[in-house]
């Protein structure tokens, strides 16, 4: 059994900062690929920041020099540090992983971020 779970979303002001948390749960799972995904109402999911398989990391254009995507593979945990955030940010975020034993995608619950005044 696993599951990923994602944690640090909320409130904040245009031009703040916020950091999100994934980890990974389960006994005998390990992550190649992890990254964020992001929806806000009324759009498609669409793809934020993630760790491909190789090493190499792919951000959305619109995030680039503003959010950095960063893993801590002994918790297998992945985080996103999020900087001058912008209301087009505003969205729920998901945590998104493929496991190295089947190949299967995995998605967390999501959680809020809302850049508002």
């Known amino acids: 059994q696993v599951q990923l779970v994602e944690s640090g979303g909320g409130l904040v002001q245009p031009g703040g900062s916020l950091r999100l948390s994934c980890a990974a749960s389960?006994?005998?799972?390990?992550?190649?690929?992890m990254g964020w995904y992001r929806q806000a109402p009324g759009k498609q999911r669409e793809l934020v920041a993630r760790?491909?398989?190789?090493?190499?990391?792919n951000y959305a254009e619109s995030v680039k020099g503003r959010f950095t995507i960063s893993r801590d593979n002994a918790k297998n945990t992945v985080y996103l540090q999020m900087n001058s955030l912008k209301p087009e940010d505003t969205a729920v975020y998901y945590c998104y992983g493929i496991a190295l034993q089947n190949h299967k995608d995995y998605w967390g619950q999501g959680t809020q971020v809302t850049v508002s005044s």
């Open positions: 389960g006994s005998g799972f390990s992550f190649y690929v």
């Open positions: 760790f491909n398989s190789g090493g190499s990391i």
